[in-house]
């Protein structure tokens, strides 16, 4: 059964950093291009980020470009994204996902094969 299982997510100062993880199961990762996506309540999830499958090729939305990094380790099945210098406007549940395609070139949730449950990022004084 293919599964993603996103943690790392918690309550964090605005300016601190946090690292959330995507692990794997049920299916070879390498195989797959991952994305990270956030949602806020009232709003369309959004993309954040995304890695290729082999990682020589990321992604990122404007809003977090030069704050936010993605990164995979495909001998761990696993994904990261570091998050820094966070904002207030970065406070969502972050989502990864996985597509079966060897570079990123869509944001469109209905292209990604699995999805994680989510965890919560609050950044928050």
């Known amino acids: 059964q293919p599964q993603l299982v996103e943690s790392g997510g918690g309550l964090v100062q605005p300016g601190g950093s946090l690292r959330v993880s995507c692990a794997a199961s049920g299916f070879n990762l390498d195989g797959y291009t991952i994305g990270w996506f956030r949602q806020v309540p009232g709003k369309e999830r959004e993309g954040v980020s995304c890695i290729s499958r082999r990682g020589g090729t990321t992604l990122y939305a404007d809003s977090v470009k030069g704050r936010f990094t993605i990164s995979r380790d495909n001998a761990k099945s696993t994904v990261y994204l570091q998050m820094n210098s966070l904002k207030p406007e970065d406070t969502a549940v972050y989502y990864c996902?996985?597509?079966?395609?060897?570079?990123?070139?869509?944001?469109?949730?209905?292209?990604?094969?699995?999805w994680g449950q989510g965890t919560q990022v609050t950044v928050s004084s």
């Open positions: 996902a996985a597509r079966s395609s060897y570079y990123c070139t869509t944001w469109a949730r209905s292209e990604y094969d699995y």
